[in-house]
């Protein structure tokens, strides 16, 4: 049975970071793209970041330059490390998982998610 459990969010001031880790079970982590998508209140389910087995990587334009996608193969781990956090970044960050896909995989293509990790940036 495959499980995603992110960890990590919690309440953050703007201008803060916090590091959200998925921890993959499961699977072959190494054929997986794994992704992180959030979703604010009222608004749709949106890409944030994707890491391919290999490190190619790729980015929502608002989190560019401050939010890093990362990924330990050894552990079936990826990361979100966010920097300069903006009260727009609150939302419900959610892992994914796309079986042999690419870093420009959208929500639909992704085949397994987790239950999400809820991140609050107060002004």
Known sequence: QVQLVESGGGLAQAGGSLRLS??????????YTMGWFRQAPGKEREFVAAIS???D????DSVKGRFTISRLNAKNTVYLQMNSLKPEDTAVYYCAADRFGGVFAKAADMDYW??????????
Not at 22 to 31: D, E, I, K, P, W
Not at 114 to 123: E, I, N, Q, R
């Open 22 to 31: 998925c921890a993959a079970s499961g699977l072959t982590f190494t054929s």
């Open 53 to 55: 087995w290999g490190g």
């Open 57 to 60: 990587t790729n980015y929502i």
């Open 114 to 123: 987790g239950k999400g990790t809820l991140v609050t940036v107060s002004s």
